[in-house]
């Protein structure tokens, strides 16, 4: 599986921002498709999930209420919508899927940058 990352940028505090990723090649091996983010100095965080063939989606508290996580099925496309941003937002954020329940990815994508402005 191959997966390209797209659509961040700078943005101030409050605004909203959409990522995409992309997946192609093996898809049908996918059980579910994560978004992680690293900011600065800090460990990779882990921000969410949907299961590929059902839909169904998991967050993290910290962006509860704040980050959408939807899957376009025609374009093997999964997105993350991020509202009411914060300068803690700001990251590198990545996609990478799995072929599992447990959380051992199979493909990354490339990270797109994040940059939340106060």
């Given at each position: 599986v191959q997966l390209q990352a797209s659509g961040g940028g700078l943005v101030q505090a409050g605004g909203s921002l959409r990522l995409s990723c992309a997946a192609s090649g093996r898809t049908f091996s996918i059980y579910a498709m994560d978004w992680l983010r690293q900011a600065p100095g800090k460990e990779r965080?882990?921000?969410g999930d949907i299961n590929w063939s059902e839909g169904n989606t998991y967050y993290v508290d910290s962006v509860k209420g704040r980050f959408?996580?939807?899957?376009?099925?025609?374009?093997?496309?999964?997105y993350l919508q991020m509202n009411s941003?914060?300068?803690?937002?700001?990251?590198?954020?990545?996609?990478?899927?799995?072929?599992?329940?447990?959380?051992?990815?199979n493909s990354w994508g490339q990270g797109t940058q994040v940059t939340v402005s106060s």
């Open positions: 965080e882990f921000l959408t996580i939807s899957k376009d099925n025609a374009r093997n496309t999964v941003l914060k300068p803690d937002d700001t990251a590198v954020y990545y996609c990478a899927s799995r072929s599992s329940s447990r959380r051992e990815y």
